[in-house]
Antibody
Framework: QVQLQESGPGLVEPSGTLSLICAVSGDFVSSDTWWSWVRQSPGQGLEWIGEIYYGGSTNYNPSLRSRVSISADKSKNQISLKLSSVTAADTAVYFC??????????WGQGTLVTVSS | QSALTQPASVSGSPGQSITISCTGISSDRGGYNYVSWYRHHPGKAPQLLIYAVSNRPSGVSYRFSGSKSGSTASLTISGLQAEDEADYYCSSYGSGHFYVFGSGTRVTV
């Protein structure tokens, strides 16, 4: 059974960098699949942030591309997300998910990140 | 690409059927048939219900079905149950290698 667990600071200061980790079990980040980050702002819908392929290829939401970076650590079997120059608008629950043929079949429970001083 | 449009809310009684629409599906090559649907109970992980417009993953109830006509995809839930009360999202893959979600629909049973 594939399991994903997000973790990271729950509070980030404005203009800082948001950094999250997604620990993967039951699969390998080096497998032939994509790994995505998705977020949900309070009272809003889901927003796709970006994805990484085991070979290192990445795709990002055009609206966030200038501030986001997704990477994979094969030795720790985890995916990371970095979002720079954050504002209150980046306050959200952040999910990681496994991509498989243009769908996400496994998701983490999500972690809340609040941007505030 | 803007978020896909879904009705904000849909309600039904137990045992009834409801349909959630998702408009604005791109006709760009590669994305037209990559529509998926997710159920999300707040505080929990979203669950995949339908992929590639009308395919149901193993373990997902037959009560969930998907279809598409033109630029509008639809999710039908038959035999509505209390556990179906949740938020539902469609998603589509667009050209340029990015995904877009629908605005979300709150289903009340």
């Amino acid at each position: 059974q594939v399991q994903l667990q997000e973790s990271g600071p729950g509070l980030v200061e404005p203009s800082g960098t948001l950094s999250l980790i997604c620990a993967v079990s039951g699969d390998f980040v080096s497998s032939d699949t994509w790994w995505s980050w998705v977020r949900q702002s309070p009272g809003q819908g889901l927003e796709w942030i970006g994805e990484i392929y085991y070979g290192g290829s990445t795709n990002y939401n055009p609206s966030l591309r200038s501030r986001v970076s997704i990477s994979a650590d094969k030795s720790k079997n985890q995916i990371s997300l970095k979002l720079s120059s954050v504002t209150a608008a980046d306050t959200a629950v952040y999910f990681c998910a496994r991509g498989n043929d243009y769908k996400w079949d496994y998701w983490g429970q999500g972690t809340l990140v609040t941007v505030s001083s | 690409q803007s978020a896909l449009t879904q009705p904000a809310s849909v309600s039904g009684s137990p045992g009834q059927s409801i349909t959630i629409s998702c408009t604005g599906i791109s006709s760009d090559r590669g994305g037209y048939n990559y529509v998926s649907w997710y159920r999300h109970h707040p505080g929990k992980a979203p669950q995949l219900l339908i992929y590639a417009v009308s395919n149901r993953p193993s373990g997902v109830s037959y009560r969930f079905s998907g279809s598409k006509s033109g630029s509008t995809a639809s999710l039908t839930i038959s035999g509505l149950q209390a556990e179906d009360e949740a938020d539902y999202y469609c998603s589509s893959y667009g050209s340029g290698h990015f995904y877009v979600f629908g605005s979300g629909t709150r289903v009340t049973v």
